[in-house]
């Protein structure tokens, strides 16, 4: 009898994980203010992230996407409101054995820049596994009225994190998506990604988010009794901008998002299954096969000039689910 494929099943994918976020899109003048600032003080910084803190634990521990809504925007947002839904409908009555989450030996990277939004990054160790991992959140602020909002996160190890450049004060230099003197754009990242993961090429060094994601896709789509299609786009506007730090050396440290659709269908007589995080999502039924929908950010240093680009790290989640 043949062997039924587990629709829905994430694809054993090398290494998994890592993000920051950074810059906003360029000098972007707002009711006139044109003055270049620091984006937030310290003191509103560390209130912004004991807020966030707060909500995201009650969220986490009632499974409650509302609890924390107002807290996460961006592709954070993304992946962590669908998460939320997903294991609420598993589990309605939320975690009873919850561990809060604590960040620990926290820094504040706060750039100067005019207008809106404005942003700033924290660098911090968590008290959950991966151990020896930095969690690094960047934090964005749309307008005078808005709350700080988490947008991306992901964690690197300390050891991979380039030195940013910083003013007199202390301030970091935030890089403007257009990027001029850069190998790649900012706002050219995400395709860049996404045609690279269906075409391959040379703006990527080799590893587990470029040559060796590509290469599992690649096999993936191979497998007995399974076909697997995958659509991937860009996600650069609004809260999904890519945000940039200048670095020492002179190039930048990229934080961008992508979409990535992947359809599996299984061959004509066998049956279909789905996972549990997956059916919690999923509209329709999956008779013959599933469309899984997955928000991805990703860390990148991008040299200044020319040459390859090196993503750091890489954190995806699925955010939807449809059956046919």
């Known amino acids: 009898m043949s062997r039924v494929p587990r629709l829905g099943r994430p694809v054993s994918y090398a290494a998994a994980v890592a993000v920051l976020s950074l810059t906003a899109s360029g000098c972007v003048t707002v009711h006139g203010e044109r003055e270049v600032v620091r984006t937030a003080t310290r003191p509103e910084a560390a209130r912004a992230l004991k807020d966030f803190l707060t909500a995201y ?3 986490d521990k009632a499974y409650d996407p509302a609890l924390n809504a107002s807290r996460v925007t961006g592709p954070l947002g993304a992946i962590n409101q669908a998460g939320l839904k997903a294991r609420h409908v598993q589990n309605p009555d939320g975690n009873s054995r919850y561990v809060p989450l604590k960040l620990t030996d926290v820094t504040y990277s706060i ?8 942003w700033f990054v924290v660098d911090a160790e968590a ?3 991966p151990h020896g ?8 602020r749309a307008d005078a009225d808005s709350l700080w909002e988490a947008t991306y996160l992901n964690l690197v190890q300390p050891d991979r994190l380039p030195e940013l450049k910083k003013d007199a004060d202390g301030h970091v230099e935030p890089v403007a998506v257009g990027g001029s003197g850069l190998a790649v754009a900012p706002r050219r990242l995400g395709g860049e990604y996404t045609a690279f993961l269906k075409s391959g090429g040379d703006a990527f060094e080799p ?10 896709r690649d096999r993936n789509k191979r497998r007995l009794g399974l076909a697997v299609q995958y659509i991937d786009e860009p996600r650069d506007a609004g809260a999904f901008a890519p945000l940039g730090l200048r670095t020492k050396d002179g190039g930048a440290l990229v934080f961008f998002a992508t979409h990535h659709y992947e359809k599996q269908t299984a061959s004509k007589g066998l049956n279909v299954t789905v996972d549990a995080d997956v059916k919690a999502l999923m509209k329709g039924e999956a008779k013959q096969s599933v469309m899984l929908e997955r928000v991805s950010n990703q860390v990148a ?5 020319s040459g390859k680009v090196k993503i750091l790290s890489r954190m995806q989640g699925l955010v939807g689910a449809k059956g046919e």
């Open 133 to 140: 991992y930095r969690w690094l959140i960047a934090f964005t």
């Open 111 to 118: 750039p100067k820049k005019a207008g809106w939004p404005r």
């Open 207 to 216: 590893g587990p988010h470029t040559t060796q994601w590509k290469a599992a």
């Open 301 to 305: 240093l991008d040299p200044e000039g």
């Open 57 to 59: 634990n009650k969220a």
């Open 127 to 129: 008290n959950r596994k």
